[in-house]
């Protein structure tokens, strides 16, 4: 069963537009959420994170959003550019004695299109 | 300062062949651990380590072993390579609890 899921394998934008990039997850121990940005022949670099007990977090073009009722986070870049494209994991870490292990989702393909 | 760095970038092996895949870190982090991503997936947990000496499996590990003698390294083994292991393998480290996840650029692995 698993516990991130990102339903949309891809997602195509224009330029300066906004991307909503959208995130699901199962497990209500997940207290802790992060985004990565991963680049082809690259390893994922982190984005922007979230903790639990907030429900909005804003660095410069990207803002993270989490309703824990509906298990739901999204992350909007505004406005997209080009470099932007990339594929976008969404992670869930929780408290307990698993050491804060991240679950990641499948991904999501982001082109920002010129 | 490297970051994570992990040896080889590519490799090609032979179905029963046994290999090390390296991984090192100079930012002092107590938490490592290994992913591997398969085309189209996440990133699935294969082993991970809090603390030199201390291992742990994670949600894939048949067929692999790791060990951690010094905070520094943290080594994949795969013991007899299957075609079924052919993926992109990532080495990762982290500071404190909820601190991101610095990952190394990877390694191909293709076994035929």
């Known amino acids: 069963d698993q516990q991130v899921k990102q339903n949309s394998p891809s997602l195509s934008v224009q330029e300066g537009r906004i991307s909503i990039l959208n995130c699901d997850y199962t497990?209500?121990?997940?207290?802790?959420f992060l985004w990565y940005k991963k680049y082809p022949a690259e390893g994922p670099t982190f984005l922007i994170s979230?903790?639990?007990?907030?429900d909005k977090n804003e660095d410069g073009r990207f803002t993270v959003f989490l309703n824990k009722s509906a298990k739901h986070l999204s992350l909007h870049i505004v406005p997209s550019q080009p470099g932007d494209s990339a594929v976008y994991f969404c992670a869930a870490s929780y408290r307990g004695t698993n050491a804060g292990k991240s679950t990641f989702g499948d991904g999501t393909t982001l082109t920002v299109k010129p | 300062n490297a970051g994570v760095t992990q040896t080889p970038k590519f490799q090609v092996l032979k179905t029963g062949q046994s290999m090390t895949l390296q991984c090192a870190q100079d930012m002092n982090h107590e938490y490592m651990s290994w992913y591997r991503q398969d085309p189209g997936m996440g990133l699935r947990l294969i082993h991970y380590s809090v603390g030199a000496g201390i291992t742990d499996q994670g949600e894939v590990p048949n067929g692999y072993n790791v060990s951690r003698s010094t905070t520094e390294d943290f080594p994949l083994r795969l013991l007899s390579a299957a075609p079924s292991q052919t993926s992109v393998y990532f080495c990762?480290?982290?500071?404190?609890?909820?601190?991101?996840?610095?990952f190394g650029n990877g390694t191909r692995l293709t076994v035929t």
């Open positions: 979230i903790s639990s007990i907030k």
């Open positions: 990762a480290s982290r500071g404190q609890r909820h601190s991101p996840l610095h």
């Open positions: 497990n209500s121990m997940f207290d802790y």
